[in-house]
């Protein structure tokens, strides 16, 4: 159970990427937080690792302590997450692509219609729809724990 | 429907002039849903009367429907076109990341028309189309390195379809398949010669759109309802474990399972190829079709040595399900699920369809014991139950169209047995070979009267499976009765476009509050009556080119081999279809009136 005064240092957490069917599920739901269906506004990213034979890759931001992604940014529109990670406060984004180019791993997504990344809050609504336990929400102190 | 859902818009592709259009067509939908029922109507619409298969004027539709991208196990895109294998409509649905692509892609349907002169290959990108050069593609040995190739030059990883064409599909092989993301099929009826026609390898679809629905709340709601009986329903549960071959024990159980080309139904060595015996001893990974929770798709792992070269092996991931175990285990006497694989591996790095390939080895392999044809029309191959080395000879033998035998092969198992003899054994329904079920009267029944032709029309086998455990019979009529309603209840699931699979799980009260979510307010009398009137579309479709229900060739063998409900007459089979063709309404009159025309 997580305490409540750490819920919003929570973490999305990649258990086992050998556990992924490469169902899709978890975009699918990360796009549908907002209501409407489809991708487009998916943070989280799932495709093989080089044909389906080898299994799959999950895309995810890790919530870094140190984001690359944050130090990219010419307008200071991406702060520091309590529990790693970063917020992106929207009115000073000028949608140059920096953080998406600065992430190593890529999990910067990017919304064509406002023209801004899709930033993951680490909210945990992809892990209810992944069947096979791949991903999971945790606090800090449990991911410090466990990992 | 949503007003500006992406779905009404119908993307046209001229191979022949190069150029590509969007039309709306908004009516097609809103009455039709999308799927199969879009796709018949577009067919009958730009394939002309008579169309040669193989050109120009015989186009590819592809379309999905309202929840493909929005529900989940909304997977499947159907294909629909002219068969090269039959003359008449072809069919075809698949999954992978079809649906979604499409979908994403702001299309509800994609028509192929036109043929191109070089090889080439299509990468459509949102709104945009690029026609690719493919003459380096053209020829390749295995399908695998095409899809490979494809994938490492062109972008959208994870959001994308990579449709492709092997050897077969080149070669004009009428069973040729076309693979999606290399473990899913449109298999039947020949859609990858039409794309070899058009000299076309590969298409790729790529998107990543949001679609409006018309409430949040009610949308979330019925996602969540769904998404839960996917996941916990026990009515999924043997899609999810041993995946389709589990129906391998159960139907040699009850005598039902075709074996030796259907000299018998019942396999001695069927244990050892069952779901569980795959499970054991192979299942590597299980994966799933894009927006899918269930993950059917199982995958087997074959480790092999090389004999050149001491402590050199591969290992190799081979998608196996229960139709690939009958055509080309039980019905050629294969008992080893390590040669299986290996079969399974042979058609799909040619990109033939396995039942259709299967079911014509199993009438050679017939004919060449009887003494129809010898080693010098095989080519010096005797081909003998239980031995694969010989099928996958043949195979190569079929794919290269090696000799007037083999071209013959390579037409179907009607054709070659029309020249060789032996039509009495040559197990096909309305020009498609036989599927795995000798259940009993309604399973061939419905072979014989379905629009592809195939069990998956209106599964009869399930019907008799009641008729089996409630030991009951059911006369012609009333048997003919239930496919209809079980066929036009499947033209609703293939034009939204939902997973046969989950059938159970998309009633139509679920239906009906999914359709809302996405603008529909239909009851269950309406989708029964929109069912209805797509299949008896496909049926003017079928009439309009020649379908003669009333001269359908029955093979004899079907007759003389017991079900488990007895031996089936023709004179049940005939008097059933004459009541399906009469139920759907078309008066026997109709019939020949549009068959002779």
Redesign the interface.
């Known amino acids: 159970m997580i305490k409540v005064q750490s819920l919003a240092s929570r973490k999305l957490t990649l258990i086992d990427t050998d556990l992924c069917v490469g169902c899709q599920c978890c975009m699918f739901a990360c796009a549908r937080r907002f209501g409407n269906a489809g991708l487009e506004k998916s943070a989280i990213r799932i495709r093989s690792a080089g044909g389906m034979e080898r299994g799959f890759v999950v895309v995810a931001c890790r919530a870094c302590p140190d984001p690359p992604c944050m130090k990219a940014c010419p307008t200071r529109a991406l702060t520091l997450r309590n529990g790693g990670g970063v917020i992106l406060d929207q009115a000073k984004c000028i949608g140059c692509g920096s953080c998406a180019k600065a992430c190593t791993i890529g999990a910067v997504s990017w919304d064509d219609s406002t023209n801004k990344p899709i930033i993951c809050v680490h909210c945990g609504f992809c892990t209810d729809f992944c069947h096979y336990g791949v991903i999971k929400i945790r606090s800090s102190e449990e991911w410090e724990r466990d990992r | 429907m949503i007003d500006k859902d992406p779905l009404a818009r119908v993307l046209f592709v001229d191979l022949s002039s190069r150029r590509y259009w969007i039309e709306e067509r908004r009516e097609l939908f809103e009455k039709y849903l999308g799927g199969a029922g879009v796709a018949i109507q577009l067919l009958k619409e730009k394939c002309i009367q008579g169309a040669d298969p193989y050109g120009p004027r015989n186009p590819i539709v592809f379309a999905v429907g309202p929840l493909n991208?929005?529900f989940?196990i909304a997977s499947k895109t159907v294909a629909m076109f002219k068969s090269p294998l039959n003359g008449n409509l072809g069919e075809s649905h698949a999954g992978g990341r079809s649906a979604?692509s499409i979908r994403?892609a702001g299309y509800g349907a994609v028509v192929i028309q036109g043929s191109s002169d070089i090889p080439i290959y299509l990468a459509i990108k949102d709104e945009k189309v690029n026609f690719r050069d493919a003459s380096v593609l053209w020829g390749m040995g295995n399908s695998?390195s095409v899809?490979?190739v494809i994938?490492e030059r062109e972008l959208g990883?994870?959001?994308r379809t990579i449709m492709r064409i092997g050897r077969a599909g080149e070669r004009l092989v009428p069973y040729a398949s076309v693979i999606t993301?290399?473990?899913r099929h449109f298999g039947r009826l020949g859609l990858g010669a039409v794309f070899g026609s058009k000299k076309l390898k590969a298409l790729l679809v790529s998107g990543?759109?949001?679609?409006?629905?018309r409430d949040?709340?009610s949308?979330?709601q019925t996602?969540n309802e769904i998404?839960t009986a996917l996941?916990t329903s026990p009515l999924m549960k043997k899609y999810h474990e041993l995946g389709t071959p589990m129906n391998v024990d159960p139907l040699n159980e009850m005598k039902a399972l075709p074996t030796r080309n259907l000299q018998q139904a019942c396999f001695e060595g069927a244990e050892l190829i069952s779901g569980e015996s795959f499970a054991k001893n192979h299942l590597g990974?299980?994966?799933?079709?894009?927006?899918?929770?269930?993950?059917c798709i199982h995958?087997g792992a074959l480790r092999e040595a090389y004999d050149i070269e001491p402590y050199f092996y591969r290992t190799?991931?081979i998608s196996y399900d229960y139709e690939l175990i009958y055509a080309l285990g039980s019905m050629l006497g294969i008992c080893s699920s390590r040669d299986l694989l290996k079969l399974f591996d042979e058609v799909e790095i040619h990109g033939l369809d396995a039942m259709s390939t299967g079911v014509a080895l199993a009438w050679a392999t017939e004919a060449q014991a009887k003494g129809l044809i010898s080693n010098e029309e095989t080519s010096g191959i005797n081909l003998k139950w239980g031995e694969s080395e010989g099928y996958i000879n043949a195979i190569r033998f079929i794919v290269n169209r090696s000799n007037e035998f083999y071209r013959e092969m390579g037409e179907g198992v009607e054709k070659v047995a029309k020249k060789y003899g032996g039509s009495e054994f040559a197990l096909s329904f309305g020009g498609n070979e036989m599927p795995g079920y000798h259940t009993g009267p309604a399973a061939l029944l419905g072979h014989l009267t379905g629009a592809r032709h195939s069990h998956l029309d209106s599964a009869g086998y399930s019907i008799d499976q009641k008729a089996f455990a409630n030991r009951n019979r059911l006369d012609p009529v009333k048997t003919a009765s239930l496919l209809i309603e079980e066929e036009r209840w499947r033209q609703i699931l293939s034009s939204l476009v939902v997973c046969f699979f989950a059938r159970a799980i998309y009633t139509p009260e679920t239906v009906t509050k999914a359709l809302g979510v996405m603008g529909w307010d239909l009851t269950h009398d309406d989708l029964n009556e929109i069912g209805f009137d797509i299949l008896r579309a496909k049926y003017e479709f079928k009439l309009r080119e020649g379908y003669d229900s009333k001269n359908a060739r029955i093979p004899k063998r079907v007759l003389d081999t017991p079900t488990p409900l007895g031996s089936v007459t023709e004179e049940y089979l005939r008097q059933g279809m004459e009541a399906y063709m009469s139920q759907l309404g078309f008066s026997s009159e109709t019939v020949c009136a549009k068959a002779g025309s």
């Open positions: 991208g929005v989940p979604i994403m695998y899809g490979r994938r990883a994870g959001i993301e290399t473990y990543n759109r949001m679609i409006k629905v949040a709340k949308y979330r996602y998404f996941t990974r299980r994966v799933a079709c894009a927006h899918c929770p269930v993950s995958l190799k991931m």
